[in-house]
């Protein structure tokens, strides 16, 4: 009995010295910091672009590591980025031309290239037609015949008077407006015989053409 009386104080004198013991650390903790809190606040971290002295060429900013690569910008696919294959001008698609593809390209080649080229190709946009230099038809026999990856080039790095349009136009989006662009060479110079029997019927008996293909294809899409 006279044990369970005493318990309860000696319990409340060891809890008393514990938090005696905590408020001289928390004391000894908040003396410590404040002593190292202005060394802190002048660190040697550069602010961006401040000058240096301590590297000769002045700058705090490092250069990049030689052969670093930003995450995601990887772009060795030489065929998809740049339109060459072996250091020449592919003669195909870096991925397969769906339908819906064809689609998108013509929407994009009917926005970006219509304005000088027209919407057939033969190069009397409205721009032309306002004084621009004239711009190339499609339908000459060199670009019937340019590889894929040339039309590419020129998209990508303009050509004489024509300016580049990479900034505009994504990649696969370039691809696309090709894709669009082989399609217009092949019906400028398509016969009644290159229209398959069936489709032929349809056109002759007037019947409106099926409804294109949903969505744009490859998803994604690269920059
Ligand atoms: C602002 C007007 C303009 C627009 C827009 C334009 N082009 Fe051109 N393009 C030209 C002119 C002008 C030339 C001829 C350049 C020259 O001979 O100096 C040309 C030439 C070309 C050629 C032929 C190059 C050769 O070897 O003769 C291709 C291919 C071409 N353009 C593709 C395109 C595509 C694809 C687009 C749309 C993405 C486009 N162009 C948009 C003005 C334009």
């Given at each position: 009995m006279s044990i369970t009386r005493r318990q309860p104080a000696a319990l409340d004198f060891a809890r008393a010295r514990k938090a005696g013991r905590s408020a001289v650390l928390v004391f000894a903790l908040a003396a410590?910091?404040?002593?190292?809190?202005?060394?802190?606040?002048?660190?040697?971290?550069?602010?961006?672009?401040?000058?240096?002295?301590?590297?000769?060429?002045?700058?705090?900013?490092?250069?990049?590591?030689?052969?670093?690569?930003?995450?995601?910008?990887?772009?060795?696919?030489?065929h998809l980025y740049e339109g060459k294959v072996n250091g020449q001008p592919a003669?195909?698609?870096?991925?397969?031309?769906?339908?819906?593809?064809l689609d998108r390209g013509q929407a994009r080649y009917d926005i970006y290239c219509t304005p000088c080229?027209?919407?057939?190709?033969?190069?009397?946009?409205?721009?032309?037609?306002?004084?621009?230099k004239t711009a190339a038809s499609y339908h000459i026999d060199r670009l019937r015949t340019a590889p894929v990856g040339y039309f590419f080039d020129v998209m990508s790095n303009g050509f004489g008077a024509m300016p580049d349009y990479k900034a505009q136009i994504p990649v696969d989006d370039r691809w696309r407006i090709i894709a669009y662009i082989r399609a217009l060479q092949l019906t400028h110079n398509a016969t009644a015989s290159d229209v398959p029997a069936d489709e032929l019927n349809r056109i002759k008996s007037g019947a409106p053409a099926a409804a294109p293909a949903e969505g744009h294809g490859r998803s994604g899409g690269q920059q």
């Amino acid at each position: 009995m006279s044990i369970t009386r005493r318990q309860p104080a000696a319990l409340d004198f060891a809890r008393a010295r514990k938090a005696g013991r905590s408020a001289v650390l928390v004391f000894a903790l908040a003396a410590g910091l404040s002593g190292c809190r202005q060394d802190m606040h002048d660190g040697p971290g550069y602010r961006p672009y401040r000058s240096s002295a301590f590297y000769s060429d002045g700058s705090s900013a490092r250069p990049l590591v030689e052969g670093t690569v930003a995450r995601g910008f990887l772009r060795d696919d030489t065929h998809l980025y740049e339109g060459k294959v072996n250091g020449q001008p592919a003669t195909s698609f870096p991925f397969p031309i769906t339908r819906a593809d064809l689609d998108r390209g013509q929407a994009r080649y009917d926005i970006y290239c219509t304005p000088c080229h027209g919407r057939t190709g033969e190069g009397n946009g409205m721009v032309v037609q306002r004084g621009y230099k004239t711009a190339a038809s499609y339908h000459i026999d060199r670009l019937r015949t340019a590889p894929v990856g040339y039309f590419f080039d020129v998209m990508s790095n303009g050509f004489g008077a024509m300016p580049d349009y990479k900034a505009q136009i994504p990649v696969d989006d370039r691809w696309r407006i090709i894709a669009y662009i082989r399609a217009l060479q092949l019906t400028h110079n398509a016969t009644a015989s290159d229209v398959p029997a069936d489709e032929l019927n349809r056109i002759k008996s007037g019947a409106p053409a099926a409804a294109p293909a949903e969505g744009h294809g490859r998803s994604g899409g690269q920059q």
